[in-house]
């Protein structure tokens, strides 16, 4: 399948294929998931929907998955008070890149075996990309669950096209099959919440990456633990010995992302909780955090203004702002810099805050002091 590794090669992705043979552990195991509680809530596809590719695309016979790596480098520019954004997430929306390199090579399929009988999958489609990308040893699990490619480690997103014509030098792996993990258990340990609760099993209601991606009060037991994470999470993988080394390196295949967007990686905790609706989506519309809106970054953003026990202006104003939750969160932060004055100011909102919630975090942060 020469036309493959030349696509491979020119865009700059990792392609694997496989029979589409459905099976059954796979689906046992998210079933499982599911009645124990731990599948991630947002996913809204039954297992068998998530392991059979027949339901998307009558016919099947091949599934390609592609794995795009993303870019990697950058340090924290300078010292003021800054968030960062997992690496997944920064420049050009990955759904969008995915997307587009499947569409590429849906055509070039089309065009080479004359059918239009073509799907492709990605994130939040119905298929589970990180099964099908093990299934056709386009890479390996990883403890942490993460798919890990030779090439590019586990700094890569997921999409798969599927086909109705069958294809020569098909990889048939079994998903479940230890070996490309070194079993170092360092995601293990370096996991902040513990959310990598065993081999290959996370638990998303522990995940900081899910809990910044949720809406409504941030779990107060794990604010501490999420540093000054603003979007996502990157722990389990930093320290994972297929990555070190690339991120020392970075990858250099992929244009880096221009010094002029670094509030897009390193964004500024100010510029963060002054942004406007309008101002959000100029920035972060076209990103993959553009559709979780901006409260919920902003309520990051004030936990990690806590984090670091730094306060500005800004904070003192989302303490006043309109959003209960936003004044929930600064409450935090003000406490967590402590101080006769900011205690005071938290006194004095007692007699003005009316919402229940942001009224309970107030008591529950002066109890601390008083
Ligand atoms: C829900 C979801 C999440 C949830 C839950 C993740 C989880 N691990 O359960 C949350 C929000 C926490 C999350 C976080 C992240 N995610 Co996410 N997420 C998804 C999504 C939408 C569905 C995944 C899912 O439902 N999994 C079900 C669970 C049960 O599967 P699993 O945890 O992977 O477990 C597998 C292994 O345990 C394996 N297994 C079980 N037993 C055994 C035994 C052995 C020996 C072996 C080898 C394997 C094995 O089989 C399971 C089935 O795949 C996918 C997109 C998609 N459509 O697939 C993206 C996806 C998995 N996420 C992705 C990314 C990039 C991330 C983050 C790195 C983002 C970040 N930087 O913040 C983190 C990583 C956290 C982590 N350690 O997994 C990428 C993964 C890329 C990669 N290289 O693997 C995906 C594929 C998105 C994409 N299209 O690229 N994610
Ligand atoms: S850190 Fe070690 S245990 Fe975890 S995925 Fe990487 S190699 Fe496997
Ligand atoms: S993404 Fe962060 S919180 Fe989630 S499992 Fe990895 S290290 Fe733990």
């Known amino acids: 399948m020469q036309f493959l590794h030349d696509f491979a090669q020119r865009e700059g992705v990792v392609l694997g294929w496989c029979k589409p043979e459905v099976d059954s552990d796979a689906a046992a195991f998210l079933a499982e998931r599911q009645e124990l509680g731990l599948a991630a809530p947002f996913v809204r596809w039954s297992p068998t929907e998530r392991t059979q590719p027949g339901l998307l695309l009558d016919g099947v016979r091949t599934v390609i998955s592609l794995a795009y790596p993303y870019e990697i480098s950058h340090n924290n520019p300078d010292t003021e008070a800054r ?4 690496r997944f997430s920064r420049g050009r929306d990955y759904h969008l890149v995915v997307r587009q390199k499947l569409e590429r090579l849906a055509e070039i399929c089309q065009a080479r075996f004359n059918t239009a009988n073509i799907a492709c999958n990605i994130d939040t489609g119905p298929l589970i990309d990180r099964y099908w990308a093990a299934k056709t040893g386009l890479g390996g699990y990883g403890k942490n669950t993460a798919i890990i490619t030779e090439e590019y480690g586990s700094w890569v997103t997921l999409g798969e096209l599927l086909l109705d014509v ?17 079993g170092c258990n360092r995601c293990i340990s370096a996991c902040p919440t513990g959310a990598i609760e065993a081999p290959y099993r996370v638990n998303p209601y522990k995940c900081l990456s899910f809990l910044t991606q949720q809406k409504g009060i941030f779990p107060r037991h794990y604010r501490d633990k999420l540093g000054n994470r603003v979007y996502g999470c990157d722990r389990c993988q930093e ?55 901006k409260a919920v970054i902003q309520r990051n953003a004030l936990i990690a203004f806590g984090n670091l026990g730094y306060l500005t202006e800004a904070v003192f104003q989302a303490a006043e702002c309109e959003n209960p939750n936003l004044r929930t969160h600064a409450y935090w932060a003000i406490s967590k810099a402590g101080g006769s004055k900011n205690i005071d100011y938290l006194i004095k909102r007692l007699k003005l805050e009316t919402d229940p919630e942001a009224l309970g975090e107030l008591h529950y942060c002066l109890s601390r002091y008083v």
């Not at 968030?83 to 997992?86: K, L, N, Q």
């Not at 070190?244 to 992929?254: P, S, T, Y």
């Open 83 to 86: 968030g960062t954004i997992a």
């Open 166 to 182: 069958g294809l020569s030098e098909v990889q048939q792996h079994d998903p479940f099959m230890a070996g490309t993990c070194q």
């Open 239 to 293: 320290v994972c010995p297929y990555n070190v080394e690339l991120l020392r390196e970075g990858i250099k295949k992929k244009p880096r992302i221009s010094d002029d967007d670094v509030e897009k990686v390193y964004p500024r905790l100010d510029f963060l909780l002054g942004l406007t609706n309008k101002k959000f989506k100029y920035f972060f519309a076209g990103t993959a955090l553009g559709w979780r809106g």
